[in-house]
């Protein structure tokens, strides 16, 4: 949801480490490209109005702290809503024609594969283009791109988008993006796109966004106004009604006025039309009088539920379907939607590609199965992934050890209750009072009603019956409610009220408990129960410590063929590989105390920052006190307990740089010989999990750089440049060696030996697995292999096996694996890691004497 967390702030943040340019890598060999289609025919939209150009100079220095920077996207660089510089954009265009009727139900291709890019100005389509050759030599079906549509121009990420009628310019635009589709397609792979369906950005300066502007101008009467989720019935500051069509904008800093120029009203870089008939200008701090974001204010909801607007967003991205330069859709945020059901029928029945939505499952949550989409982006089974390589049994000596270390209490449950009810009271005051009005009832009960809700939503959607489980959602909820509020509170009746009582009371309820879910969840309680990291995850739950094999197996078994899986994305708290470190302490918890105790010995700060940054300095070691720096720092921020992205402390935050400096230079090298010494686990972990997750159910996603170790955190530093001509000089290398080799084989293994790298192991087993992925159907079913207590083991039909060691240190500790076997479906198999063949009942301390994964196909 690219998960959006932080709030402007009044304080400047530090300044970012510069990352730099990817050095140019050889672009591929020319070949004829072939004709393209053109354009459709444009249909002009009614006009807006157009906002004023930019002033020839740039404004006065703005002193810092006098107002705050604007933060488009949780994940989002500080500088990443910055204004366009430039007019208003030119009229919205439409094709004049609609696509062709979409291919029948099931007749759309499916990706093998997808391989996700972060796309930045630096590094667009043209350098997508250049990796043509190393993604097909991968075994890439599609690669998968982050939000393309014009969005601010500095932007790091595409959320903030400002324009639905253009690709973006900074990618190298439309012709930019066909040319990619050529290129790609003749190295047989596809395009999957990222779309933006909830919000649009509200840039600084505002008339970067010509719909909004227009809105801004000329309010109820705008071309534009059924465009934005606004409440035209907001009141004045002082209480008294301020009269229909004036909305709340909250930009106002400590310092500094509104000055009118010309037919504009300017503060600071911000700039409003004259006169301000419907719009007033508040303080940043309060809530504005539209739908948002979760509690980013510089994103407005869009009602994508009213089919013009549904139209005229979707308009460039379905005619590049119609085109055939996309073959893809992936949703983000779809539970902010008005009605999401609605939704993906409507984007299916126009649009007819493979697609998932950005859906977060919480425990035994299941996908909504009247969503006409393929899956979800993969978070559930991220999560479940990571369990199955983290120990039970570590539970309870490392909550001790973090309830000893922190003094918070070992009870995550109610970490979540306070945490929510705080978010609750701090941020979402407006969105209270807008669903309070239309519900009715009593507002605190309402308020504990939202705190208590398990999920991101429940999916009632008005004037339909209610689903049972949907029912029994929120009524468990209300019984939790009951317990905290005080006797003869009207619980019963606000229950009933959202779940089917008026349009607009069932809907809000639906769209505001994500935004409640997302801020006490995943960016405040996460920050606050850490035990063990790896666990703290989008849609993770910390409290609970690993699963068996059997209920991986029952899970696996359910997967569609068309889900996405993953392990790392760019909204990952922390990358596969930093995960995979974090979990081998489950199985060492002694030594890893000892560790933090002699650590916390030289040098401490904040008992409720600190294990944190232990936690995470040896997972992602090597790391520079920069980085690490900008990682605690907004993790002190998300936590909400000493600062916050409102509330500011410059001599925290220099604490919290003295803190970073010094455990680098006093402990650095201790921590470097802890991550030294569980590498061989952290390994096995690593390709234990890769190789799971290539070989389920569904369509593996490989994030930009993960085919190798990356040991990335939170964004944005899960948003650094990627190396890839290491990786191509890595992958070359070993195809040319596996070559020579074995001249004689089509598939030939990596490597018969152990002496192959981390890298260079991870990047062999994804090569392999994406490789053989080509080969298997993806409707083979999932089925299970018993391995015992130290794998994991299951077949795809009859075609391949997979074998991945668990729990690495208890097997060590065990002896090895002695007289364990695993018996293979009938046939003979190929290990393509390997190169040995097998058949029958096999020791696993022969099958994986070379690698601590298996990967085998019949032959």
């Known amino acids: 949801m690219s998960e959006p967390t932080t709030q402007p702030v009044p304080e400047p943040v530090p300044e970012p480490v510069p990352e730099p340019a990817l050095p140019p890598d050889p672009l591929p060999e020319p070949v004829p490209e072939p004709a393209l289609p053109p354009d459709p025919l444009p249909t002009p939209l009614p006009e807006p109005v157009p906002g004023p150009g930019l002033p020839p100079d740039p404004l006065p220095d703005v002193r810092p702290g006098s107002v705050p920077p604007q933060v488009?996207?949780?994940?989002?660089?500080?500088?990443?809503?910055?204004?366009?510089?430039?007019?208003?954009?030119?009229?919205?265009?439409?094709?004049?024609?609609?696509?062709?009727?979409?291919?029948?139900?099931?007749?759309?291709?499916?990706?093998?594969?997808?391989?996700?890019?972060?796309?930045?100005?630096?590094?667009?389509f043209d350098k997508v283009a250049e990796l043509a050759p190393y993604l097909r030599d991968l075994g890439v079906s599609h690669v998968y791109l982050s939000p393309i549509l014009q969005a601010v121009p500095e932007s790091r990420h595409g959320y903030d988008v400002t324009d639905h009628s253009r690709v973006r310019e900074e990618f190298g635009g439309v012709e930019g993006l066909r040319e990619l589709s050529a290129t790609m397609a003749q190295h047989g792979i596809g395009i999957v796109v990222d779309i933006v369906p909830n919000h649009m950005t509200i840039p600084v300066p505002e008339s970067g966004n010509a719909q909004l502007w227009s809105v801004l101008k000329d309010g109820p009467g705008s071309p534009y106004a059924s465009w934005f989720d606004i409440d035209w019935s907001v009141e004045d500051g002082d209480g008294t009604d301020?009269?229909?069509?004036?909305?709340?904008?909250?930009?106002?800093?400590?310092?500094?006025?509104?000055?009118?120029?010309?037919?504009?009203?300017?503060?600071?870089?911000?700039?409003?039309?004259?006169?301000?008939?419907?719009?007033?200008?508040?303080?940043?701090?309060?809530?504005?009088?539209?739908?948002?974001?979760?509690?980013v204010s510089s994103l407005i909801g869009v009602r994508v539920e009213d089919p013009e607007v549904f139209d005229a967003t979707h308009a460039v991205i379905l005619s590049l379907v119609e085109e055939g330069v996309i073959q893809g859709l992936r949703v983000d945020h779809p539970d902010g939607l008005a009605e999401p059901r609605g939704y993906l029928s409507r984007l299916r029945e126009r649009s007819g590609v493979w697609t998932v939505a950005e859906k977060i499952l919480v425990g035994s949550e299941r996908l909504p199965a009247d969503w006409e989409c393929d899956g979800t982006t993969g978070y559930e089974t991220l999560n479940r992934i990571t369990g199955l390589f983290v120990d039970p049994a570590g539970r309870e000596p490392l909550v001790e050890l973090f309830t000893r270390l922190t003094g918070v209490g070992g009870d995550y449950a109610a970490v979540v209750r306070e945490s929510k009810a705080e978010v609750l009271n701090l941020f979402f005051?407006?969105?209270?009072?807008?669903?309070?009005?239309?519900?009715?009832?009593?507002?605190?009960?309402?308020?504990?009603?939202?705190?208590?809700?398990?999920?991101?939503?429940?999916?009632?959607?008005?004037?339909?019956?209610?689903?049972?489980?949907?029912?029994?959602?929120?009524?468990?909820?209300?019984r939790v409610a009951a317990g905290r509020l005080p006797e003869g509170a009207p619980v019963a009746e606000v229950v009933e009220r959202v779940l089917?009582?008026?349009?607009?009371?069932?809907?809000?309820?639906?769209?505001?408990?994500?935004?409640?879910?997302?801020?006490?969840?995943?960016?405040?309680?996460?920050?606050?129960?850490?035990?063990?990291?790896?666990?703290?995850?989008?849609?993770?739950?910390?409290?609970?410590?690993?699963?068996?094999?059997?209920?991986?197996?029952?899970?696996?078994?359910?997967?569609s063929p068309g889900t996405m899986t993953t392990l790392s994305t760019h909204d990952t708290k922390r990358s596969e590989d930093v995960r995979a470190r974090l979990a081998v302490l489950s199985e060492m918890p002694e030594e890893w105390a000892a560790a933090v105790g002699e650590w916390s010995s030289k040098v401490s700060f904040d008992p409720a920052l600190d294990y944190l940054a232990w936690q995470n300095l040896m997972a992602s070691w090597p790391i520079g006190p920069d980085r690490f720096f900008d990682y605690l720092f907004k993790a002190a921020r998300e936590a909400k307990t000493s600062i916050s992205w409102?509330?500011?402390?410059?001599?925290?935050?220099?604490?919290?740089?003295?803190?970073?400096?010094?455990?680098?230079?006093?402990?650095?090298?201790?921590?470097?010989?802890?991550?030294?010494?569980?590498?061989?686990?952290?390994r096995s972990n690593s390709l234990g999990q890769k190789i799971v997750q290539l070989m389920l159910p569904g369509v593996p996603d490989v994030y930009w750089g993960n085919e190798i170790t990356d040991f990335s955190l939170v964004d944005p530093d899960n948003r650094r440049p990627v190396d890839f001509q290491l990786r191509r000089r890595m992958l070359s290398a070993a195809q040319a060696h596996a070559?020579?080799?074995?001249?004689?084989?089509?598939?030939?293994?990596?490597?018969?030996?152990?002496?192959?790298?981390?890298?260079e192991a991870k990047l062999a087993i994804t090569a392999r697995a994406l490789d053989l992925r080509r080969r298997l159907d993806?409707?083979?079913?999932?089925?299970?292999?018993?391995?015992?207590?130290?794998?994991?083991?299951?077949?795809?039909?009859?075609?391949?096996?997979?074998?991945?060691?668990?729990?690495?240190?208890?097997?060590?500790?065990?002896?090895?694996?002695?007289?364990?076997?695993?018996?293979?479906?009938?046939?003979?198999?190929?290990?393509?890691?390997?190169?040995?063949?097998?058949?029958?009942?096999?020791?696993?301390?022969?099958?994986?004497?070379?690698?601590?994964?298996?990967?085998?196909?019949?032959?």
């Open 739 to 759: 070559s020579q080799e074995h001249p004689d084989e089509p598939h030939p293994s990596p490597a018969a030996t152990a002496a192959l790298s981390w890298d």
């Open 72 to 124: 488009a996207h949780d994940e989002l660089l500080a500088d990443a809503a910055l204004g366009t510089g430039g007019d208003v954009t030119d009229p919205f265009e439409l094709p004049e024609e609609a696509p062709a009727p979409p291919p029948s139900p099931g007749s759309y291709e499916v990706p093998v594969s997808t391989y996700r890019f972060q796309l930045t100005p630096d590094f667009g």
């Open 242 to 295: 301020g009269g229909v069509g004036k909305v709340n904008m909250p930009v106002l800093g400590d310092e500094g006025e509104a000055v009118a120029d010309g037919d504009v009203l300017r503060y600071h870089d911000h700039e409003f039309p004259l006169p301000d008939t419907y719009y007033r200008l508040v303080d940043w701090r309060r809530g504005p009088g539209y739908r948002r974001f979760f509690d």
């Open 646 to 682: 409102a509330t500011p402390d410059p001599a925290y935050e220099r604490g919290i740089r003295d803190f970073v400096g010094r455990a680098v230079e006093e402990c650095g090298a201790s921590v470097a010989e802890f991550a030294a010494r569980i590498e061989p686990y952290a």
């Open 778 to 859: 993806p409707e083979a079913p999932y089925v299970p292999i018993e391995a015992g207590e130290h794998a994991i083991a299951f077949a795809r039909g009859e075609r391949a096996v997979t074998v991945a060691t668990r729990l690495p240190v208890g097997l060590e500790r065990r002896g090895g694996w002695g007289s364990t076997t695993l018996t293979l479906p009938h046939g003979t198999w190929r290990d393509l890691l390997s190169g040995t063949e097998y058949t029958g009942r096999i020791p696993l301390a022969h099958l994986l004497s070379v690698h601590p994964v298996a990967l085998l196909e019949r032959v």
């Open 429 to 478: 005051g407006a969105e209270i009072d807008r669903l309070h009005a239309v519900v009715g009832s009593d507002r605190q009960t309402l308020v504990e009603l939202l705190a208590a809700m398990p999920v991101y939503r429940a999916y009632a959607v008005p004037g339909e019956p209610v689903p049972e489980v949907s029912a029994r959602i929120v009524e468990e909820a209300g």
């Open 500 to 559: 089917t009582g008026p349009a607009d009371a069932v809907t809000r309820f639906q769209q505001t408990c994500g935004p409640v879910m997302a801020k006490g969840v995943e960016d405040t309680a996460l920050y606050r129960w850490y035990p063990l990291s790896c666990l703290n995850e989008v849609g993770g739950e910390p409290d609970r410590f690993g699963g068996s094999v059997e209920e991986f197996h029952a899970f696996c078994r359910e997967m």
